[in-house]
C-alpha cells in the first residue's frame, strides 16, 4: 500500500445516518481506507425516525466487523433538535476531540468534521460549546445552496433538522457545503457496482447486497432502477482533496421549512461547491477497496 507523509494527514469525525438508505456505507468504506484520513470516530446520526439513530449505530458496527476495523462509534441525538434537548455521547465526543485538537502544535489544523445527514449532533455540539467552533471545519452534504427559488423538493438532510441546518449554518464555523445538485451527480450503476465491488470480499459484498435490497424495497420508489447517486461521497472526497471540484465563497443560506434557501444577510461566508469529480471520487473508492480486498485476501 502507498503512503503519504504524516503532516499532510488530517484528523476526521464522520456523521452519518448510515441505515437511511444505501450511500452512506460507500462513504465510510471510503473514509476508512484513505490513508490521509485519521478517523478519530463515526457519530451515529438519526433521520427523524423512531429508533433510526440506533439503526445507524447498528449498521456502523456492521461495517466495521465486515471490515475487521476497529473504530469508536458514538450514540447521537435521538432526534431533531426540538425533540431531543438531551446531550448525546455524540456531541460530546465532537467537543472533545475538538478540544484536543485546539492543544495540538501550531499547523496540526482543524478537526474535520463528515457530516452526510441531518446535523443535529455537530448544532448540539455547538449548542453546548461554542469555543469548539473555530477548531472544526464542517463538510455537509446537504440544502439545496445558496440559490434563492422554490425548493425543486424537500432536500432529506436539511429538512431533517431545519433549526439544526440554520444553527450550523450561521454559527461562524469554517463550512464546506455541498448541495442537492452537486451530490446528486455522483451516478454510478448498479452493474459496476457487482463488477467493481461484490467481488471484494465481505464488506464489498454487504455494500453491493445492501444497496440492491435497498433498491427492491418500498422506499426506494424515487430511485431510477438500476443507477444510483453515490451522494455523501463527496463530503469524504473533498476532505482528501479539496480541489475535488470547484467551488466559490458565498454568504451562508437561510433554510426555510420547506428546505428552499433564502438570503440571511448577517450569516457568514461559506465555501459552496458547483461541482465535483465524479470520476476522480468513484474511481478512488474502487481502487482503495480493491487494495484492501487483496492485502484481505
Same mark, same amino acid.
Given at each position: 500500500?502507498?503512503?503519504? !507523509? ?26 476508512? &481506507?484513505?490513508?490521509? #484520513? ?10 427523524? $425516525? ?23 462509534? &458514538? ?38 468534521? #463528515?457530516?452526510?445527514?441531518? +446535523?443535529?449532533?455537530?448544532?448540539? $455540539?455547538?449548542?453546548?460549546? !461554542? ?5 472544526? +471545519? ?11 427559488? !422554490? ?26 457545503? +455541498? ?13 459496476? #457496482? ?10 464489498? &459484498? ?92
Amino acid at each position: 500500500m502507498y503512503s503519504i !507523509p504524516e503532516y499532510k494527514k488530517i484528523n476526521v469525525l464522520i456523521d452519518t445516518d448510515a441505515a437511511c438508505e444505501a450511500d452512506d456505507p460507500f462513504a465510510i468504506v471510503h473514509a476508512l &481506507l484513505s490513508p490521509k #484520513l485519521r478517523v478519530r470516530g463515526i457519530l451515529a446520526e438519526h433521520f427523524s $425516525a423512531p429508533g433510526s439513530v440506533r439503526k445507524s449505530y447498528d449498521e456502523i458496527r456492521t461495517i466495521l466487523d465486515a471490515m475487521g476495523l476497529d473504530v469508536p462509534v &458514538l450514540m447521537g441525538q435521538d432526534g431533531p433538535l426540538a425533540r431531543d434537548a438531551s446531550v448525546s455521547e455524540a456531541a460530546d465526543f465532537i467537543i472533545e476531540k475538538a478540544l484536543e485538537q485546539k492543544k495540538l502544535e501550531p499547523g496540526a489544523g482543524k478537526l474535520y468534521l #463528515l457530516c452526510q445527514g441531518a +446535523i443535529t449532533n455537530v448544532a448540539m $455540539a455547538f449548542r453546548k460549546n !461554542p469555543d469548539i467552533v473555530d477548531s472544526v +471545519i464542517v463538510v455537509w452534504i446537504g440544502t439545496h445552496g445558496t440559490k434563492v427559488r !422554490p425548493a425543486p423538493f424537500r432536500e432529506f438532510n436539511a429538512g431533517n433538522d431545519v433549526p439544526a441546518a440554520n444553527a450550523v449554518l450561521s454559527s461562524g464555523a469554517e463550512l464546506w457545503l +455541498i448541495p442537492s445538485d452537486v451530490y446528486r451527480t455522483v451516478r454510478v450503476g448498479l452493474s459496476e #457496482l457487482e463488477c467493481k465491488v461484490a467481488p471484494c470480499g465481505q464488506i464489498g &459484498l454487504h455494500l453491493f447486497e445492501n444497496m440492491v435490497n435497498y433498491n427492491l424495497s418500498e422506499n426506494a420508489g424515487w430511485t431510477q432502477g438500476e443507477s444510483w447517486s453515490l451522494g455523501d461521497s463527496p463530503a469524504i472526497a473533498a476532505a482528501i482533496n479539496p480541489d475535488c471540484g470547484h467551488y466559490r465563497y458565498e454568504k451562508a443560506p437561510f433554510i426555510n421549512e420547506d428546505t428552499s434557501s433564502a438570503e440571511e444577510a448577517g450569516n457568514p461566508v461559506i465555501r459552496v461547491y458547483r461541482d465535483v469529480d465524479t470520476r476522480y471520487i468513484l474511481e478512488d473508492f474502487f481502487a482503495k477497496l480493491q487494495l484492501f480486498a487483496r492485502q484481505k485476501g
